[in-house]
């Protein structure tokens, strides 16, 4: 596969941006490997500036539900051009949306837009600071909620410990009033909550999307709630891959939780920058201008973002039998790898859940960060650059999660199937 357009714009770009790109992951270093150019996108297709077509999992990272330039989603926001790009003004858009979001989602009442996932989890923590006059957050390993200085925080040796800066610019002094817990491991928000009295909120991917997909255990879900509920600690579901992708109400209707803040993003901007946080009434009436708690921006709510984002859920809305399908076509996807694992004697483990998964190349299941973060991640770069020059495009990273859009059919079903066919066959001999 030719990619020589992209090797010139990847050098170029490098001495203009740092690393060459505007977010880390893209640069392809966990896989050693320099990153193509996308010229245009089409349903469930990337085409580079080489004119090589790619099957794509990645799906802009989760921002895409229907498939690229859908047709209905192309039009609607071409009306939306037409009547401005950015107001910095009140408009119906807004209303449309906040409706459509509290209508999915019973736990909120009160719905605050903002421009991205990240301001939605960092306005999320403060609100959550102001209405309880408390510091500390917990969150577990391996959750990613975006840039966000109190967040960028490791667990260190122990189980649950203070966290220390996992990013560099974080100081100490606030990466401490973070507490971290492991996922599927109650015991260690229960250490957390005993010896700490100074927690404001608890912050959790229902379901985790940035250490893979993984799902939560029995009851997890819930007796963290439970706890949060007995300890006075705020909920935080952090939906932004999750929200609309699962089900149209997200992860908490599956688990049937009912957390008292919600962030949203990705899906709801129909593929533009977008965010949203939302809970209860009493709690949100501490944002600015009716509380003290402070949240603004120039772009919050653009007409746009706002015009794609509403298409979008009212597509699903008025759809949601795609959820059942999308279901069934990443089971029988499943289904096939494994047996194509097993063939080859490839350890390979799959979490899966509707509109996204995540092969593990494991010995045994992958429930938490532990076993996610000994997988053969040498494995994963094989796989990544072998299914690349096949037309399939995975995540430059084995702790991501592949994303399905409506687009996958049976034909591309099919084309990943075979692809992981020829792909597990000449790696059989290398693990």
Same mark, same amino acid.
């Given at each position: 596969?030719?990619?020589?357009?992209?090797?010139?714009?990847?050098?170029?770009?490098?001495?203009?941006? #740092?690393?060459?790109?505007?977010? =880390?992951?893209r640069a392809f270093r966990s896989v050693n490997e320099n990153p193509f150019y996308v010229k245009r996108a089409k349903g469930a297709y990337l085409y580079d500036v080489d004119e090589n077509e790619y099957l794509d999992y990645v799906s802009s990272w989760g921002a895409i539900i229907l498939?690229? !330039?859908?047709?209905?989603?192309?039009?609607?926001?071409?009306? +939306?051009?037409?009547?401005?790009?950015?107001?910095? +003004?009140?408009?119906?858009?807004?209303?449309?949306?906040?409706?459509?979001?509290?209508?999915?989602f019973p736990s909120i009442e009160l719905l605050r837009l903002t421009s991205s996932g990240t301001e939605a989890t960092m306005s999320a923590i403060r609100l959550a600071r102001g209405f309880t006059k408390k510091q500390g957050v917990i969150k577990f390993r391996g959750c990613y909620h975006?840039?966000?200085?109190?967040?960028? @925080?490791?667990?260190?040796? %122990?189980? !649950?410990? $203070?966290? *220390?800066?996992?990013?560099? &610019?974080? =100081?100490?002094?606030? /990466?401490?009033?973070?507490?971290?817990?492991?996922?599927?491991?109650?015991?260690?928000?229960?250490?957390?909550?005993?010896?700490?009295?100074?927690?404001?909120?608890?912050?959790?991917?229902?379901?985790? &999307?940035?250490?893979?997909?993984?799902? #939560?255990? &029995?009851?997890?879900?819930?007796?963290?709630?439970?706890?949060?509920?007995?300890?006075?600690?705020?909920?935080?579901?952090?939906?932004?891959?999750?929200?609309?992708? @699962?089900t149209y109400g997200g992860a908490q209707h599956i688990y049937n939780i009912d957390p008292d803040i919600t962030c949203l993003g990705k899906i709801i901007g129909g593929g533009f920058a977008i965010g949203a946080f939302g809970g209860k009434r009493r709690i949100m009436e501490s944002v /600015?201008?009716?509380?003290?708690?402070?949240?603004? %921006?120039?772009?919050?709510?653009?007409? @746009?973002? @706002?015009? !794609?984002?509403?298409?979008?859920?009212?597509?699903?809305?008025?759809?949601?039998?795609?959820?059942?399908?999308?279901?069934?076509?990443?089971?029988?996807?499943?289904?096939?790898?494994?047996?194509?694992?097993?063939?080859?004697?490839? #350890?390979?483990?799959?979490?899966?859940? *509707?509109?996204?998964?995540? &092969?593990?190349?494991?010995?045994?299941?992958?429930?938490?960060?532990?076993?996610? !973060?000994?997988?053969?991640?040498?494995?994963?770069?094989?796989?990544?650059?072998?299914?690349?020059?096949? %037309?399939? $495009?995975? +995540? #430059?990273?084995?702790?991501?999660?592949?994303?399905?859009?409506?687009?996958?059919?049976?034909?591309?079903?099919?084309?990943?199937?075979?692809?992981?066919?020829?792909?597990?066959? /000449?790696?059989?001999?290398?693990?």
């Amino acid at each position: 596969m030719n990619r020589d357009k992209s090797e010139a714009l990847f050098k170029k770009a490098i001495n203009l941006i #740092p690393a060459g790109v505007n977010s =880390p992951v893209r640069a392809f270093r966990s896989v050693n490997e320099n990153p193509f150019y996308v010229k245009r996108a089409k349903g469930a297709y990337l085409y580079d500036v080489d004119e090589n077509e790619y099957l794509d999992y990645v799906s802009s990272w989760g921002a895409i539900i229907l498939g690229h !330039a859908d047709e209905g989603l192309v039009n609607a926001i071409k009306t +939306a051009v037409e009547d401005g790009t950015s107001y910095g +003004a009140c408009h119906p858009g807004e209303i449309d949306i906040a409706e459509l979001i509290i209508e999915a989602f019973p736990s909120i009442e009160l719905l605050r837009l903002t421009s991205s996932g990240t301001e939605a989890t960092m306005s999320a923590i403060r609100l959550a600071r102001g209405f309880t006059k408390k510091q500390g957050v917990i969150k577990f390993r391996g959750c990613y909620h975006g840039h966000v200085d109190s967040l960028l @925080v490791k667990a260190g040796s %122990g189980l !649950a410990t $203070f966290g *220390t800066p996992d990013s560099g &610019g974080v =100081p100490e002094d606030l /990466a401490k009033h973070t507490y971290v817990a492991e996922f599927n491991h109650i015991e260690t928000v229960k250490r957390i909550i005993r010896e700490h009295k100074d927690i404001a909120c608890l912050i959790m991917e229902p379901i985790m &999307g940035n250490m893979g997909v993984i799902l #939560p255990e &029995g009851d997890f879900l819930k007796d963290v709630q439970e706890m949060c509920q007995q300890s006075g600690i705020l909920l935080i579901c952090d939906e932004v891959i999750t929200g609309f992708r @699962v089900t149209y109400g997200g992860a908490q209707h599956i688990y049937n939780i009912d957390p008292d803040i919600t962030c949203l993003g990705k899906i709801i901007g129909g593929g533009f920058a977008i965010g949203a946080f939302g809970g209860k009434r009493r709690i949100m009436e501490s944002v /600015a201008p009716l509380g003290d708690t402070y949240q603004a %921006g120039t772009l919050s709510g653009n007409p @746009v973002a @706002v015009r !794609a984002g509403v298409y979008t859920l009212r597509y699903l809305r008025d759809h949601k039998e795609l959820y059942d399908l999308m279901t069934q076509r990443i089971e029988l996807m499943r289904d096939y790898i494994l047996k194509i694992a097993k063939k080859y004697d490839i #350890p390979y483990y799959i979490n899966a859940t *509707t509109g996204m998964f995540t &092969g593990f190349f494991s010995t045994g299941s992958v429930n938490d960060y532990e076993a996610a !973060a000994t997988c053969n991640r040498k494995a994963y770069e094989r796989f990544f650059k072998q299914m690349l020059s096949e %037309g399939i $495009f995975f +995540a #430059p990273s084995q702790f991501e999660a592949s994303i399905v859009t409506l687009c996958h059919k049976e034909r591309e079903i099919s084309k990943t199937v075979d692809s992981y066919e020829k792909v597990f066959r /000449a790696m059989a001999s290398q693990l």
